[in-house]
C-alpha cells in the first residue's frame, strides 16, 4: 500500500524553466510534508516542508504547495538549474501519531543547459 | 562531525552471513530512523526510535532485521542470513524531534553475493 505517491518517475526540464515536481498521498491524517533532493552516493538534504495549516511555503527558487482536499502537493523550482539535476522525494508524517515519515518513490529531475 | 555518520560506507558479504549496520545520530536529536532503498526503487522505511519510547518496527521485512539504539546515541542495525534480496542502500536519519526536518547519512551500500 503506497501511501505517498511519485506518479512521474523521471522530468525534463530546460534550464531557466520552472520545474513542477508531483506528489499524492492517500492518508488524511498526514500534517507535514517534506522535499528532498538525492545525488548519487549521497544521502537526501533537506529542501522544503510544509504544515497541514498553510497551502504554501516558498525559499528562495523553491515553492511547496498543499492542496488538502485533493491530497496532494507540489514542488515548484523557479528557474531551474542543472545543478537541480537529481532525485527528488516528497515525504508525509503524522498518520499514526508519531512522526515515521513515509517516502515516495521519487522523480529524477533532469535540467538541460 | 556535524552530521549523521554511518559504517561501513560499503558492505560486500556472502549469502547467509550476518551484517551489522552502524549509524552516529547528530548529538541531541531525540529520533532515529532506519531507511533501505533498493536499486531504482524510493526510500522504504525500516524503524524510528523516538526518545525512550517503544521504537516502530513496522516496516522491517522479516525478522532477520532487527536495530538496537543506546539512549538518544549510536543506533545498529543488525541482518541476519543475509539474502541477495537484502542488497541495497541503507540510509539513517535522525531529527531533533516531531515536524523537524531528518537529516540523513551517506548510507551504507550493502552488497550480498
Known amino acids: 500500500d503506497q501511501q505517498v505517491k511519485q506518479n512521474s518517475p523521471s522530468l525534463s526540464v530546460q534550464e531557466g524553466r520552472i520545474s513542477i515536481l508531483n506528489c499524492d498521498y492517500t492518508n488524511s491524517m498526514f500534517d507535514y510534508f517534506l522535499w528532498y533532493k538525492k545525488y548519487p552516493a549521497e544521502g537526501p538534504t533537506f529542501l522544503i516542508s510544509i504544515s497541514s495549516i498553510k497551502d504554501k511555503n516558498e525559499d528562495g527558487r523553491f515553492t511547496v504547495f498543499l492542496n488538502k482536499s485533493a491530497k496532494h502537493l507540489s514542488l515548484h523550482i523557479v528557474p531551474s538549474q542543472p545543478g537541480d539535476s537529481a532525485v527528488y522525494f516528497c515525504a508525509a508524517a503524522g498518520a499514526s501519531g508519531t512522526y515515521k515519515y513515509i517516502f515516495g518513490t521519487g522523480t529524477r529531475l533532469k535540467v538541460l543547459a | 562531525g556535524a552530521g549523521v555518520s554511518q559504517s561501513p560506507s560499503n558492505k560486500v558479504t556472502e549469502k547467509g552471513k550476518d551484517v551489522e549496520l552502524r549509524c552516529d545520530p547528530i548529538s541531541g536529536h531525540t529520533a532515529l530512523y532506519w531507511y533501505r532503498q533498493r536499486l531504482g526503487q524510493g526510500l522504504e522505511f525500516l524503524i524510528y526510535?523516538?526518545?525512550?519510547?517503544?521504537?516502530?518496527k513496522s516496516g522491517l521485512p522479516s525478522d532477520r532485521f532487527s536495530a538496537e539504539r543506546t539512549g538518544e546515541s549510536v543506533s545498529t542495525l543488525t541482518i541476519q542470513r543475509t539474502q541477495q534480496e537484502d542488497s541495497a542502500v541503507y540510509l539513517c536519519?535522525?531529527?531533533?524531534?516531531?515536524?523537524?526536518?531528518?537529516?540523513f547519512g551517506s548510507g551504507t551500500q550493502l552488497s550480498v553475493l
Open positions: 526510535f523516538q526518545g525512550n519510547s517503544a521504537p516502530d
Open positions: 536519519a535522525s531529527s531533533f524531534g516531531r515536524t523537524e526536518k531528518l537529516f
